[in-house]
């Protein structure tokens, strides 16, 4: 149901199957050297530093080894099965972590203080599941998962601030896609970009991009979307004579009352009283 292991311990993996693996437990790794190659749908890592990776069941990874090479690794590993997590806090809540779903390249980087805090929660597991199991045993290690998992979520946020060259270089970039969808015929013949579609041409996933959105801006993927649909609706009610029918039309929506209510529903006021404002 649940197992620690230390990877500084396992000998050298050889012979490693080419396919693809799928796990059905729940797996957190913190590792400091991995000589090899991890894929996670078309992405792949180096492990050359202390990073700490999540995978949710039924998630599909690769792993890549040179020829005749071994596998070697240093670093913790945890691995947890659902059906411990029945009857627990953790059996809903943990599918709010939100970074189960992150890509393996958008792995979690942990300074020495933070490795070392997250193998002492590791250990602690490890030294509770090795006692004498009672009643209390599954709730104290439940407690200990729930704070491995709120430390990743403390530890990513600092990844988004820390990181702010990238992570406002990430913002720009996701102004520039919304800018130039708008300012052309995608929006009538597609309408509004979907959540995955921007992720993906950012070559990051919808779950990261989203969290990493909430810390620099308080807004998710689809808010900033919606807000780019409003600023041009604006911009067209405000500078132009088109009919409110056409705008509709023009930023993809088929029915003009969508349009107005979605616009309402943002701005408080319907598209005809927020033009008649500029009169």
Known sequence: MISVINLDTVKGVQNIDE??????????????YFNAKIKYGQQEYDFDEGIMSFMAPGQVFRIELEKDA????????????????????????????????????????????????????MQSIQQEYHSNIDKFSQNIIIAQIELLLNYGERFYNRQFITR?????????????????????DEIVKNGLPSVAHVAKTLNVSPNYLSSLLKVLTGQNTQQHIHNKLIEKAKEKLSTTALSVSEIAYELGFEHPQSFS???????????????????
């Open 19 to 32: 396919g693809s693996l799928v796990f059905d437990f729940y797996c957190i790794a913190l590792k400091r």
């Open 70 to 121: 071994t596998l070697k690794q240093t670093g913790w590993m945890l691995l947890i099965h659902p059906d411990f997590l029945w009857n627990t806090s953790l059996a809903k809540t943990i599918k709010q972590y939100e970074y189960f779903d992150y890509s393996v390249n958008e792995a979690l980087f942990l300074s020495d203080k933070e490795e070392t805090t997250i193998a002492g929660i």
């Open 164 to 184: 702010k060259i990238t992570s406002h270089q990430m913002l720009a970039r996701l102004e520039e896609l919304l800018t130039a969808w708008f300012n052309s």
């Open 261 to 279: 209510k979605f616009f309402k529903t943002k701005t408080r006021l319907s598209p005809l009283e927020f033009r008649q404002s500029f009169n």
